[in-house]
């Protein structure tokens, strides 16, 4: 059986000893009912993962003789700039690309994006999203939890510093190209670009192509912009595991 892992913040861990947040400590004192002594896992959020055993202090919970456990996270930047959808749709993807070891994920305000955030709300939209990334994390046994910017215009999205570097796909239902590149170009990191349910308008399609994106399709079938995020992502990762075990 898996042990129970919990997520513990970098600043509440110090000298070996874990303190689990009051939500944290709930769930493990209440729900799972867990006993002094046992051995659980916790995660920084940031790369680190730990196991030890848990302590009860009064109401605090604590993990203490920590030492050090394996984990598994992507060598290579990948990032995913994807369209705001309808946000049953978007959570979806937010917690699939965490499954799939993604490292970065911003939101893209696009010209037939289906929803947008009023301003006031953003602030919470984000915590929201933090919580999901970091459940996903905590699920699939990551250490560490995608970054979410805030939301992005699309022409600022093409001029962010940082990704210049990268190899850079818009994924288009109407390009005339389909997907292929060498794998090893993947090695400095890669930003993938998935447009809205209503596709992307043939503006931003030059407006990338212009900043230097390649451009192509997933084949010929019209996916859904969830379902086409995840996929991009997927393959990705597939070409970056074959390269790592024949490296």
């Given at each position: 059986?898996?042990?129970?892992?919990?997520?513990?913040?970098?600043?509440?861990?110090?000298?070996?000893?874990a303190c689990l947040l009051s939500d944290q400590a709930?769930?493990?004192?209440?729900?799972?009912?867990?006993?002094?002594?046992?051995?659980?896992?916790?995660?920084?959020?940031?790369?680190?993962?730990?196991?030890?055993?848990?302590?009860?202090?009064?109401?605090?919970?604590?993990?203490?003789?920590?030492?050090?456990?394996?984990?598994?996270e992507s060598q290579v930047r990948v990032s995913l700039?994807?369209?705001?959808?309808?946000?049953?749709?978007?959570?979806?993807?937010?917690?699939?690309?965490?499954?799939?070891?993604?490292?970065?994920?911003?939101?893209?305000?696009?010209?037939?994006?289906?929803?947008?955030?009023?301003?006031?709300?953003?602030?919470?939209?984000?915590?929201?999203?933090?919580?999901?990334?970091?459940?996903?994390?905590?699920?699939?046994?990551?250490?560490?939890?995608?970054?979410?910017?805030?939301?992005?215009?699309?022409?600022?999205?093409?001029?962010?510093?940082?990704?210049?570097?990268?190899?850079?796909?818009?994924?288009?239902?109407?390009?005339?190209?389909?997907?292929?590149?060498?794998?090893?170009?993947?090695?400095?990191?890669?930003?993938?670009?998935?447009?809205?349910?209503?596709?992307?308008?043939?503006?931003?399609?030059?407006?990338?192509?212009?900043?230097?994106?390649?451009?192509?399709?997933l084949g010929p079938w019209v996916l859904r912009a969830?379902?086409?995020?995840?996929?991009?992502?997927?393959?990705?990762?597939?070409?970056?595991?074959?390269?790592?075990?024949?490296?």
């Open positions: 059986m898996s042990r129970r892992r919990f997520f513990v913040p970098g600043e509440c861990i110090r000298d070996g000893v709930h769930h493990l004192r209440n729900v799972l009912r867990l006993r002094a002594g046992d051995v659980v896992e916790i995660f920084d959020g940031k790369g680190s993962g730990y196991a030890g055993e848990v302590d009860f202090q009064d109401t605090a919970v604590f993990i203490r003789g920590l030492r050090s456990i394996t984990t598994h700039a994807a369209s705001l959808i309808k946000s049953s749709k978007f959570e979806w993807i937010l917690q699939k690309a965490t499954e799939l070891g993604v490292q970065e994920i911003i939101p893209l305000k696009t010209r037939r994006s289906d929803i947008e955030i009023p301003e006031g709300r953003i602030a919470g939209r984000l915590q929201r999203w933090d919580r999901i990334v970091m459940e996903a994390s905590k699920q699939c046994r990551r250490s560490s939890a995608p970054r979410i910017h805030e939301p992005l215009a699309f022409p600022d999205f093409l001029s962010m510093e940082g990704i210049s570097s990268c190899a850079r796909f818009m994924l288009y239902e109407k390009a005339s190209d389909p997907w292929h590149h060498d794998p090893r170009r993947l090695l400095d990191g890669v930003v993938l670009c998935i447009g809205p349910e209503g596709g992307w308008e043939d503006g931003e399609v030059e407006q990338a192509r212009t900043a230097g994106w390649e451009i192509f399709s969830e379902t086409a995020a995840i996929a991009a992502v997927a393959i990705v990762q597939h070409h970056l595991n074959l390269l790592a075990v024949n490296s």
